[in-house]
Nanobody
Framework: QVQLVESGGGLVPPGGSLRLSCAAS????????MSWYRQATGKAREMVAW????????TLADSVKGRATISRVEATNTLYLQMNKLRPEDTAMYYC???????WGRGTQVTVSS
């Protein structure tokens, strides 16, 4: 069974940083591109970042460009999202997604507030 487990969310003040993690199990992590999505209350889920299966290519949503980095570590089957200079509008549930397997994690909540 494919499983994705996010962690690292929390309450941070504006301007703060967080590193989100997504641990993958029971599937070949190296064989699929991975993505981070987020969904704020009352809004549609949106893609935040994407990384290719080999980690050579990555894209970021305009809303986080210059403030976020997506990365992956094959040895530990872990996907990361480093977010800096956080803003209140970054408040959302963050999900990781295994593109080729179409599997979602359960999410980790990020709240940016003073």
């Amino acid at each position: 069974q494919v499983q994705l487990v996010e962690s690292g969310g929390g309450l941070v003040p504006p301007g703060g940083s967080l590193r989100l993690s997504c641990a993958a199990s029971k599937f070949l992590f190296r064989d699929t591109p991975m993505s981070w999505y987020r969904q704020a209350t009352g809004k549609a889920r949106e893609m935040v970042a994407w990384i290719s299966e080999d980690g050579a290519r990555a894209t970021l949503a305009d809303s986080v460009k210059g403030r976020a980095t997506i990365s992956r570590v094959e040895a530990t089957n872990t996907l990361y999202l480093q977010m800096n200079k956080l803003r209140p509008e970054d408040t959302a549930m963050y999900y990781c997604y295994a593109d080729w397997f179409e599997v979602w994690g359960r999410g980790t909540q990020v709240t940016v507030s003073s």
